[in-house]
């Protein structure tokens, strides 16, 4: 079947770090700080909800502005992080999707880090779901976890028909790739960008 991009919105939010507090394998800080949504539209419309318990900032459809809430760090080798990742994660994101045209549409989806890290550099990262994780019970770090489960920073609900809504779980973390001799990486501010592409099916 035949399909065209009709309509690509570019959502970014920016998160700056307040407060640092360590749990197990992680690093755990408080975000906060908001960024201004810019979106456009050519002949397709879908909503979006952003819905969160660590999100305070004009929350609700469409919505410009929010608190990110809470972030957590891992490093690459941390044996029980998958265990930590998903029995508490401290940033879970809900976005609802509603399809407001008269034709099905995919909605394509992606999370990655604000600016392009330099090599060893902490930043900010995300997986997206369709539905919430269950509490993994095997000690794997998060690497593994992901490619075990196939879970990536890209999503595409397929074939939502007029009127219907579909729900993604975003979860954000924080990445560190080298093993800090202090913790002043997590005074610094870390950012991702969230992308929503809507495309039209074309019989």
Do not use: H
């Amino acid at each position: 079947m035949n399909k065209r991009t009709i309509l690509a919105i570019a959502t970014s939010f920016l998160a700056l770090a307040f407060l640092s507090v360590g749990i197990v394998s992680a690093w755990f800080l408080n975000l906060k700080q908001t960024q201004s949504i810019e979106a456009s539209t050519s002949g397709i419309v879908f909503s979006y909800t952003v819905d969160s318990e660590t999100t305070t900032v004009d929350t609700g459809t469409n919505c410009k502005t929010f608190d990110a809430g809470n972030l957590t760090f891992f490093g690459p080798d941390d044996p029980d992080a998958a265990y930590c990742f998903t029995y508490s994660p401290t940033c879970v994101l809900v976005v609802e999707y509603t399809n407001k045209c008269k034709v099905n549409i995919d909605i394509n989806i992606d999370v990655v880090s604000a600016t392009t890290p330099a090599d060893g550099d902490p930043y900010c990262a995300g997986i997206i779901t369709g539905s919430e994780l269950e509490v993994e019970e095997t000690v794997e770090t998060l690497d593994t976890y992901f490619t075990e489960n196939e879970l990536t920073n890209e999503y595409t609900i397929s074939s939502l028909a007029p009127a219907e809504s579909a729900k993604i779980y975003l979860y954000l973390y924080g990445y560190q790739p080298t093993t800090a001799s202090n913790n002043d990486f997590l005074s610094e501010s870390y950012g991702f960008t969230l992308t929503m592409t809507a495309i039209k099916e074309v019989a």
